[in-house]
């Protein structure tokens, strides 16, 4: 079992920045491959931005390619997600996940969810 917790949310204008942070506890975080994913109302939770067990390798969105960065730190047990150059359509709640080891970018294959943070942007 792996229990995930976000934080770092909040409402910030057009063009600022934020960092979400990710702290897990459970069984042994570097075996996972770390995921955050958002859910805007009234759509689909989709994959924002994924992160090897390794740290080695790094996936994106197109729409947030060049303005986000995923890392994380398994000695504190904790994934990253380093937002810059917010921009409305990125308002949503962001959701960190789990899977052991492999890439996968659909969230039906990710085991552990976090119970979100709410990231809003201002015009």
């Known amino acids: 079992q792996v229990q995930l917790v976000e934080s770092g949310g909040g409402l910030v204008q057009a063009g600022g920045s934020l960092r979400l942070s990710c702290a897990a506890s459970?069984?042994?975080?570097?075996?996972?491959?770390m995921g955050w994913f958002r859910q805007a109302p009234g759509k689909e939770r989709e994959f924002v931005a994924a992160?090897?067990?390794?740290?080695?390798?790094?996936y994106y969105v197109d729409s947030v390619k060049g303005r986000f960065s995923i890392s994380r730190d398994n000695a504190k047990n904790t994934v990253f997600l380093q937002m810059n150059s917010l921009k409305p359509e990125d308002t949503a709640v962001y959701y960190c996940?789990?899977?052991?080891?492999?890439?996968?970018?659909?969230?039906?294959?990710?085991?552990?969810w976090g119970q979100g943070t709410q990231v809003t942007v201002s015009s």
């Open positions: 996940a789990a899977k052991y080891r492999g890439i996968s970018f659909p969230p039906s294959q990710y085991d552990y």
């Open positions: 459970g069984r042994t975080f570097s075996s996972y491959t």
């Open positions: 992160i090897r067990w390794s740290g080695d390798r790094t």
